[in-house]
């Protein structure tokens, strides 16, 4: 809309906060005193969710946020936040006036670290211009840059992800197993993600793997039962040997295998033995 908000004094606003999950699920707030319904979304009113500070800018510096209060609404549980489930989550801050419902973005992002603290959380929220503090120049590595199944690998992720339902589980040593998976060895370094079940949505990365099961990095819900439904993506350890012999990809491997290390700088000759 085109309405400038602030022109005169005691105007009905309130702010709003919106968080769409990567997972699909997205959650609404309001600083207002009652629920306020707009965008299709349904925002619950938490009077004590405060955007400390914005700041938007005309140059290349990210325009950081930070929120404190929301997180600790009761539809933000901190299980969900420790596992991971809020990150990368996109966030919009926005005013609303609450008669007319008409609304503006002052800010969009996405949520960078999350930190727990003595009343709850508090997130560090990260604009679009975040982006451009990478650097896009690759440098020489002896292994591959290219995410597997990413832009560079050209490989489908179809061809390497499947569905399988949990077989065994030991939350101890987090370690899982599923039916109709002969050997596991191949998951290695690549992930699974819970289609249903106490952590459905939650992606998790597989830290070593053998023809037995898996173990990945967050840990297991102790109430997670086995016929569970995952999606794993097979990974890759990123050298040349394996692009070659297991997926027959050399022409599309982003590094250096052979270029010469910075040690033969100090490497000389030696005599032939007599």
Known sequence: MSRIFHQTELEP????????????????FTAHDRDLWFDGVLHRAAPGMVPSAIRRTAGL????????????????AASD???????????????????????????RGEIGSVAEETNGFSAELRSAKARLDFDTVPRTSPTCRALFCGPGCTLPATRYTHEHALLTVDTETNRVSFAGVGDHTPFASGYLRWIDGPQAGVSMLVMSADTTGLVVDIPLDATIQAGTLA????????????????????????????????????????????
């Open 13 to 28: 606003l309130a702010t709003f906060w919106r968080i769409y999950r990567s997972d699909g699920a997205t959650f609404g």
């Open 231 to 274: 999606e794993l993506r097979e990974g890759c350890d990123h050298t040349i040997a394996t692009c070659t012999a297991r997926f027959a990809n050399a022409a599309n491997f982003q590094g250096e295998p052979f270029l010469p290390g910075n040690d033969l700088l100090a490497r000389y000759g030696v005599p032939a033995a007599a």
């Open 81 to 107: 936040l420790a596992a991971g489930r809020f990150d990368g989550a996109t966030v919009l801050i926005g005013v609303i006036d609450w008669e007319t419902l008409e609304h503006a973005t002052l800010y």
């Open 61 to 76: 510096d990210d325009d950081n946020a930070d929120v404190e209060g929301a997180l600790s609404h009761d539809a933000i």
